[in-house]
């Protein structure tokens, strides 16, 4: 599958920003046998005075940018050309729980891609006892590692909410998990601390989810979304195996990756720091759009 992919952060500063410096990540990455960058740019208004690109420790590409001119607005814009390999779900070559014990501390890398990284707390991921309880509850049986990892994505997708107003960017898992409510990036987190809680290696995925519009109806501009899933490391021989559990799935051709880390700390489209007083309003629009 081809997809041209359009997508538009904009914040509106309620004060003049006398400066500022920020890290941006929202250019798609080549994945060897997944997915091919064919093309990326990345453009802002207004122009900072100073940009730089670099890839971190997890494989993501990083723009920085430097404002030091006056400026009460910030425009990124992405466009993207993707080729995203056809294939078909992966068969379950995974351990059982109790072999990946043994498969993890017999790895002895520590690359970025170790499983290692992705076992303990992290930033946005604590480890926390009632979804530890949850995850074991509900994937109790499960013969294997991929299999626990769909019983989990499975059940979030059947026990929560997704509604938009009920969580946002800086909610906590444990928050997220009481209300049994929240959005992708909630999901993902909760998926990440209940995995790492029985054991089992798992990361955060940023991305676009292309969407199909109803049978008859015209697929709406602007439509599609920046997402989130989860990376779960399911053995020496199944690697990494991506499940989304908003939509309780193995992901697939319509997802689209940016980059991926322990949380979305690791991997949020920008951070930074600006000179000024007062809060900000962001609007998002984004389209993946399919190439005949």
């Known amino acids: 599958m081809l997809y041209d992919v359009r997508l538009w952060l904009h914040y509106d500063y309620d004060a003049t920003v006398h400066g500022g410096r920020h890290l941006i990540r929202v250019a798609p990455?080549?994945?060897?046998?997944?997915?091919?960058v064919v093309a990326s740019s990345l453009s802002f208004e207004p122009r900072p005075q100073q940009t730089s690109t670099f890839t971190d420790f997890f494989g993501?590409?990083?723009?920085?940018?430097?404002?030091v001119a006056q400026h009460d607005h910030l425009d990124i814009r992405l466009s993207a050309r993707v080729q995203v390999e056809d294939s078909n779900p992966p068969a379950d070559l995974s351990p059982s729980?109790?072999?990946?014990?043994?498969?993890?501390?017999?790895?002895w890398s520590v690359e970025p891609n170790s499983p290692h990284h992705f076992l303990a707390a992290s930033p946005r991921v604590p480890l926390v006892h009632a979804i530890?309880?949850?995850?074991?509850?509900?994937?109790?049986?499960?013969?294997?590692v991929m299999g626990?990892?769909?019983?989990?994505?499975?059940?979030?997708?059947?026990?929560?909410?997704?509604d938009p107003k009920a969580t946002d960017v800086e909610t906590k898992p444990v928050e997220a998990f009481e209300l049994r409510k929240g959005v992708c990036?909630?999901?993902?987190?909760?998926?990440?601390?209940?995995?790492?809680?029985?054991?089992?290696?798992?990361?955060y995925v940023s991305g676009f989810l292309r969407t199909n519009p109803p049978p008859g109806k015209p697929r709406l501009e602007g439509a599609d979304a920046m997402h989130a899933w989860v990376r779960v490391w399911c053995g020496q021989h199944a690697g990494?195996?991506?499940?989304?559990?908003?939509?309780?799935?193995?992901?697939?051709?319509?997802?689209?990756?940016?980059?991926?880390?322990?949380?979305?700390?690791d991997i949020s489209p920008i951070v930074g720091v600006l000179k000024t007083h007062g809060s900000h309003e962001t609007t998002q629009s984004v389209d993946v759009l399919r190439v005949e």
């Open 29 to 36: 990455v080549s994945v060897p046998g997944t997915q091919r």
């Open 60 to 67: 993501n590409s990083v723009t920085t940018l430097t404002y």
């Open 97 to 107: 729980r109790a072999q990946l014990s043994q498969e993890i501390s017999r790895y």
């Open 132 to 144: 530890t309880d949850y995850s074991a509850e509900v994937t109790a049986g499960a013969p294997s």
């Open 148 to 162: 626990t990892a769909m019983a989990l994505c499975t059940a979030i997708h059947r026990d929560f909410t997704y």
């Open 185 to 203: 990036q909630d999901f993902a987190h909760v998926m990440i601390a209940g995995l790492r809680g029985i054991g089992i290696p798992a990361g």
């Open 240 to 265: 990494w195996v991506e499940f989304d559990p908003t939509n309780a799935m193995i992901a697939g051709q319509d997802h689209i990756s940016i980059g991926h880390g322990r949380d979305y700390a």
